[in-house]
């Protein structure tokens, strides 16, 4: 949300462009393609938090022709002022270095008798499609001209492209060098400023050596390609580009994939590395890895609604343990985007219908644990807020008619089931520890706790099966680790509101149980059933590991247990020695075995292992 010094910013920028009749505001034109980041392109420049004059003005005739910029909202507009009646001004847009551009782009004509006009405001980068752009103002007064392209420099905090690597903090080979005619290709990083530079080496003069830079994992390139290409000096070996970044926060890209290329002199073919990321720290590099996936027009990780919910949840984990405020603005943009109403297909398969509810109960659940955590991270109140909106729909599925209690999976009260009930119980604890003054809900998570202990979903082995079957009783169905991991935690939050020994001995049994039983953990792994031999987990089961060590690391602060630390430590290490390729990129099976797919949701559930570890 624009601070206020922000919006008067905005106010004033809007006065001084309407003073004196100078200017006109166009019609809006129809781009190509529009691009939606923070704001959709044709955003009225009244509305931007900044404004600055990157390149020089350009004279047309007597007119002149501006480029203006926002860096705060990452957009540009163009105006042309000292004109007459029929001068025209319009944005320039290029994805590939001016090779070719986007057009015309809110194209404005000075009307009547005003002396100027501008253009509205356009996207500089796109990190839905994993883009950054170049723009220029162009203007038609008797002649066309163009202002200079801007070219938005790179930088990540302190280190931006074009930075010495004799001043690198460190210097690793993440990927082995390539070799060609005899010459060694080397990518090099500093891990810790996330900065890489390429080297040849046994080469001549003449040689060359480049670095490739992409925001889509290597699948294209065009803006990042040749980047501080160098010769090999007469007399020398060997040669070194600059430094550039691979983190745009500015530009809202993340996780930037970079190879070093080089070609020798006397040959036209070259040959580059293979693509890789830093690793600043483990915890770092997965959520850059995961955050390169979040939609930033819509706010959340496109076509799964509660595993989005549980994504935002790993992110405000990493936040909240590592003490890094890279991605607090995911949190509110999440919030803000998806915080109304929505048609069937338009975030899930069920229609939601305001508060991230929907007829899937445990869905709605999640997002109240997704809000719980937000709270407790920025402590906004409008995060306990809308937990409490949440979880009071969850509680109308509370049912003692059937089972004597519990809450059903979904509307149409066909299933009784632990992964809601076990949301239902951490949810009300939750809130009773964080509503002041309360007693409605702690009186209703200790009647939920004595349910579910004797609902026989916890069978004699202390592991949880998935829910219960039409004569209430324990139905066999799989156990997964979500479940054993949601009851961890909800009778470990218990115990921390009503000292009762008894929730933490629950707790610790569940724990036990998960972690050595063959039926949730081999060879010292977390192991779904899903991940043994040809299997292959679906979209859900994908995230459960994480909900599992999440709760297991909650227990292990209360309890100060070495042996779930060591357990936890053993995930985490798994998951990064076998589980990780160049880019960062954390699959299903934290063993490292086939098939092992990779998506973000596997990348969320995974960086939970990494920050669960500490």
């Not at 790179?154 to 690793?172: F, I, L, M, Y």
């Not at 939750?430 to 309360?438: E, K, M, P, Y």
């Not at 995230?543 to 060590?549: D, E, L």
């Amino acid at each position: 949300m624009p601070t206020r010094r922000h919006r008067l910013l905005g106010g004033l920028l809007a006065l001084a462009l309407a003073l004196g009749g100078l200017l006109a505001l166009p019609t809006p034109s129809v781009a190509a393609t529009a691009v939606c980041a923070l704001a959709c392109d044709t955003l009225d420049p009244s509305k931007a938090r900044q404004e600055s004059f990157p390149v020089g003005d350009r004279n047309i005739n007597g007119r002149v022709l501006r480029l203006h910029v926002s860096e705060a909202d990452d957009m540009a507009w163009a105006s042309i002022d000292q004109g007459t009646q029929g001068n025209s001004v319009w944005l320039d847009r290029s994805w590939d270095r001016g090779a070719t551009w986007d057009g015309l782009l809110g194209k404005a004509s000075v009307p009547g008798s005003w002396t100027g006009t501008r253009t509205l405001m356009y996207n500089v980068t796109d990190p839905v499609a994993h883009r950054r752009g170049w723009v220029r103002a162009c203007g038609d007064a008797g002649a066309v001209t163009c202002t200079d392209w801007f070219r938005p420099q790179v930088c990540d905090g302190s280190a931006c492209d074009g930075g010495d690597p004799a001043t690198a903090a460190g210097d690793t080979r993440p990927v082995p060098a390539t070799t060609l005619y005899g010459r060694t290709i080397s990518l090099h990083m500093d891990q810790a400023n996330g900065t890489a530079w390429g080297v040849v080496e046994n080469g001549g003069a003449g040689d060359e050596i480049w670095l490739d830079r992409s925001w889509d994992e290597g699948a294209s390139w065009p803006e990042g390609s040749s980047l501080g290409r160098i010769s090999v000096a007469s007399g020398a070996s060997s040669a070194r580009t600059k430094m550039f970044a691979t983190r745009d926060p500015r530009g809202l890209l993340y996780g930037g994939a970079v190879r070093a290329c080089g070609r020798e002199a006397s040959h036209q073919d070259g040959s580059c590395t293979a693509w890789a990321r830093p690793v600043p720290t483990r915890t770092r590099a997965a959520a850059d890895a995961l955050v390169a996936s979040y939609q930033v027009n819509e706010g959340w990780w496109r076509s799964s609604w509660w595993n989005s919910a549980v994504a935002l949840t790993s992110l405000i984990d990493f936040a909240r343990t590592s003490g890094r405020h890279d991605y607090d603005w995911v949190i509110a943009r999440t919030f803000e985007q998806n915080n109304g109403v929505f048609p069937a297909g338009g975030r899930s398969s069920d229609p939601i219908e305001g508060h991230f509810i929907s007829r899937a109960i445990d869905d709605a659940a999640w997002w109240a644990v997704a809000w719980v955590d937000a709270y407790d991270y920025t402590h906004e109140k409008r995060y306990l807020d809308e937990a409490v909106t949440i979880t009071t729909y969850v509680q109308q599925y509370w049912d003692t008619n059937t089972c004597g209690g519990g809450v059903w999976w979904n509307r149409e009260r066909t299933y009784k089931n632990a992964v809601t009930n076990g949301l239902y119980l951490w949810l009300v604890t939750a809130l009773h520890q964080r509503v002041s003054g309360d007693t409605t809900w702690g009186a209703r998570a200790t009647t939920a706790a004595d349910w579910f202990l004797n609902s026989g979903m916890i069978n004699s082995a202390g592991l949880v099966n998935d829910g219960l079957n039409s004569s209430c009783a324990n139905n066999g169905q799989t156990v997964w680790s979500y479940n054993q991991g949601l009851a961890i935690g909800a009778f470990t939050e218990l115990w921390r509101s009503t000292g009762q020994s008894r929730y933490l001995d629950t707790a610790r049994r569940l724990a036990d149980a998960g972690t050595t039983s063959a039926q949730l953990t081999r060879d010292g792994v977390l192991t779904e059933s899903c991940d043994l031999g040809s299997a292959s987990c679906d979209d859900n089961q994908k995230q459960f590991k994480g909900v599992f060590v999440r709760h297991l690391a909650d227990l292990a602060d209360a309890t100060g247990s070495s042996a779930y630390r060591t357990y936890l430590t053993r995930q985490a290490d798994s998951v990064w020695g076998t589980d990780r390729d160049a880019l960062n990129r954390l699959g299903a099976r934290w063993a490292g075995t086939a098939p092992n797919p990779v998506d973000w949701r596997t990348q969320a559930s995974a960086l939970e292992a990494l920050t669960a570890a500490g």
